[in-house]
């Protein structure tokens, strides 16, 4: 079936870096493209940016801009957020979506992973 | 940025009652707006999309309605699955942004 499954739960300390995998799979990966959504701890959803899995061209929320780095792997039909200089403010839940291909308008998020949580703690 | 305003934030209701969200857009959107469902500890799921097209699978009490900067998630009569955390998201543009989220909680 159609299904994104995530890398698991990291802990890392303030200024450091965390890598999150999204793996696609029951679809052409390079038909769609990946968005990257947060949340905080009791807190809703965030928007951190968009991946076209065809030829990686990228959108950042400007808050991230700088820190964040979203990459595909067509290969292994994976997806990747890297987000760095950490605090703890990162601390989330970090989900991938299926979004468009291109920067056009949408109807949804059809497919989520099912989370990564990540803790920033020194 | 298109900011969308849910209300309200938080309702109290009663298995079988009818219950209506509403979500306003800071600016025109046309119908590009998608209703999720999350519950504790999982990800968000697709309810609605296009303002108003039922997503494959979920029940037909769900509705939504609306173009342009209004829109509601109407549920006519709430079963006990429902309670949950339903929030909007517009997907006219980028930033892909959300409202803030209605806790519907049992009575």
């Known amino acids: 079936q159609v299904q994104l499954v995530q890398s698991g739960a990291e802990v890392k300390k303030p200024g450091a870096s965390v890598k999150v995998s999204c793996k696609a799979s029951?679809?052409?990966?390079?038909?769609?493209?990946i968005s990257w959504v947060r949340q905080a701890p009791g807190q809703g959803l965030e928007w951190m940016g968009w991946?076209?899995?065809?030829?990686?061209?990228?959108k950042y929320a400007q808050k991230l801009q700088g820190r964040v780095t979203m990459t595909t792997d067509t290969s292994t039909s994976t997806a990747y957020m890297e987000l760095r200089s950490l605090r703890s403010d990162d601390t989330a839940v970090y989900y991938c979506?299926?979004?468009?291909?291109?920067?056009?308008?949408?109807?949804?998020?059809?497919?989520w992973g099912q989370g990564t949580m990540v803790t920033v703690s020194s | 940025d298109i900011q969308l305003t849910q209300s309200p934030s938080f309702l109290s209701a009663s298995v079988g009652d009818r219950v209506t969200i509403t979500c306003r857009a800071s600016q025109g959107i046309s119908s590009y707006l998608a209703w999720y469902q999350q519950k504790p500890g999982k990800a968000p799921k697709l309810l609605i999309y296009?303002?108003?097209t039922l997503q494959s699978g979920v029940p037909s009490r769900f509705s939504g309605t609306g173009s342009g900067t209004e829109f509601t998630l109407t549920i006519s009569s709430l079963q006990p699955e429902d309670f949950a955390t339903y929030y909007c998201?517009?997907?006219?543009?980028?930033?892909?942004?959300f409202g803030q989220g209605t806790k519907v909680e049992i009575k």
């Open positions: 296009a303002a108003s």
């Open positions: 998201q517009q997907l006219n543009n980028y930033p892909r942004t």
């Open positions: 991946i076209s899995a065809y030829n990686g061209n990228t």
């Open positions: 979506a299926r979004d468009v291909l291109t920067m056009i308008p949408a109807m949804a998020f059809d497919i």
């Open positions: 029951g679809y052409s990966f390079t038909t769609y493209g």
